[in-house]
């Protein structure tokens, strides 16, 4: 499984972005996918993620109601769709994919076994 981020960049508070995570090397089907984000000195925290097969989604209460987590079946990518961003949303995003993870697990990063490199997002005040 190889997963590509992209689309990360600098907006003003308030303002929106959309990252991509395009995902290849098998079926995903039986997988989840998730974004978690890393600011500098920070622990990697969880923001969203999105059942391939059904599509149900799941937030972090930091970005619920702000952050859309959707799924292109014909592309293979996952969007993160970020608006009314604020100065504390800025770090790294990180898209991840994990196998038969059961719901209450899906905010632990360790169930996650495949992994992006990353795209940075920066909030200015």
């Known amino acids: 499984v190889q997963l590509q981020a992209s689309g990360g960049g600098l907006v003003q508070a308030g303002g929106s972005l959309r990252i991509s995570c395009a995902a290849s090397g098998r079926s995903f089907s039986s997988y989840a996918v998730g974004w978690f984000r890393q600011a500098p000195g920070k622990e990697r925290e969880f923001v969203a993620a999105i059942r391939w097969s059904g599509g149900s989604t799941y937030y972090a209460d930091s970005v619920k109601g702000r952050f859309t987590i959707s799924r292109d079946n014909a592309g293979n990518t996952v969007y993160l769709q970020m608006n009314s961003l604020k100065p504390e949303d800025t770090a790294v995003y990180y898209c991840?994919?994990?196998?038969?993870?059961?719901?209450?697990?899906?905010?632990?990063?360790?169930?996650?076994?495949?992994w992006g490199q990353g795209t940075q997002v920066t909030v200015s005040s």
């Open positions: 991840a994919a994990a196998r038969g993870v059961i719901v209450s697990n899906l905010g632990n990063w360790h169930a996650y076994a495949y």
